[in-house]
């Protein structure tokens, strides 16, 4: 049973020990008095979480005792209410009410956003993209979508083009034959909304070089570094000389990935390197045909020849 005294100012106190500190059992939702024992106090409110964190915030604030982060692309921060569905007998229609009041609280803007950043953390997901791509490919919508210079377009294919312009501003490009793998449109739709984002939001990007696509096109072939030290080598002398004008620096990755194979003993075909490139094995041996006359000024010069250059397969 509770006993206590009040002070002026309404403070609850120990009648016993009027000076003692109370302490606040917020389990049994208690106020003992620290010297007696006494409780003097019941029915005390637990501020505290309601589960257990393991944070290393050393700033007093407690997350769980707060909703999600705010999303700072959608409008109003985020603080909308959300009507999930429900579960029993009642369920069907309560979802139907659910997803009636959801479309009325979101705006057409914010709901167009919320899907395309679905689409492209799904995209990025299935290409193993980082996070830092994934968030400055959301903000890139966001300004489109906001600005409304596209409207009447895809928002699919904006958001892949923004996903594969994000790639480009972070230096790890991927090729548009990528990101039409994981979104399922074509390459021409993609393209032109590439264009029309570039000058929509005044921006650019650097231009992609050989070595952008060298090594990963390589580990995935499984090839030894010596070959792609060879090829890398390959592709940039011949850029440097004007070898292969007019060919896309893709294009032109692969056709030293098969020349420098092909002088080595991990030898792959067209096929086997127009799979992983996305470029057609025409391309390939196009290329490969400019760059074959000037073999022996390509190769580095510690280069060990499993097949010699007087022997590398005709274009």
Same mark, same amino acid.
């Given at each position: ?141 966001? !300004?489109?979508? =906001?600005? #409304? ?6 928002? %699919?294919?904006?958001?892949? @083009?923004?996903?594969? &312009? ?95 194979? !092909?002088?080595? =003993?991990? #030898? ?6 127009? %799979?992983?490139?996305?470029? @057609?094995?025409?391309? &390939? ?31």
């Amino acid at each position: 049973m509770a006993s206590s005294s009040r002070r002026p100012g309404n403070i609850i106190t120990c009648y016993q020990h009027p000076d003692a500190p109370l302490i606040e059992d917020y389990r049994a939702g208690d106020q003992i008095c620290s010297t007696c024992g006494l409780v003097v106090g019941d029915r005390v409110i637990d501020v505290g979480s309601e589960w257990r964190t393991f944070s290393n915030e050393k700033n007093g604030l407690d997350p769980s005792r707060v909703g999600g982060p705010e999303n700072p692309l959608l409008n109003g921060a985020d603080l909308s209410t959300m009507i999930g569905p429900g579960t029993g007998a009642a369920s069907f229609d309560a979802f139907g009410v659910a997803k009636y009041q959801n479309r009325r609280t979101i705006n057409s803007g914010d709901r167009a956003l919320l899907l395309a950043v679905r689409e492209i953390n799904a995209m990025a997901d299935r290409i193993n993209l980082p996070k830092t791509i994934i968030d400055r490919a959301n903000n890139l919508f966001k !300004q489109i979508n =906001d600005s #409304k210079m596209l409207k009447g377009r895809s928002n %699919d294919a904006i958001a892949s @083009a923004c996903l594969y &312009i994000a790639c480009r501003q972070e230096g790890v490009p991927r090729t548009f034959k990528e990101i039409c793998a994981v979104s399922k449109l074509s390459k021409k739709e993609i393209g032109r909304c590439f264009k029309l984002i570039l000058k929509a939001l005044a921006t650019k990007v650097d231009l992609i070089t050989t070595e952008d696509f060298m090594s990963r096109f390589c580990s995935n072939l499984g090839l030894p570094n010596i070959v792609q030290r060879a090829a890398t080598n390959i592709a940039r002398k011949a850029v440097e000389f004007d070898i292969v004008p007019g060919r896309s620096p893709i294009s032109v990755t692969a056709a030293a990935i098969f020349m420098a194979s !092909q002088a080595s =003993d991990d #030898k792959k075909s067209y096929k086997d390197i127009g %799979d992983i490139a996305g470029v @057609a094995d025409v391309t &390939i041996r196009q290329a490969y045909k400019l760059m074959l006359p000037h073999a022996p000024n390509l190769f580095p010069p510690d280069f060990k020849f499993a097949t010699p250059i007087d022997q590398l397969p005709p274009a």
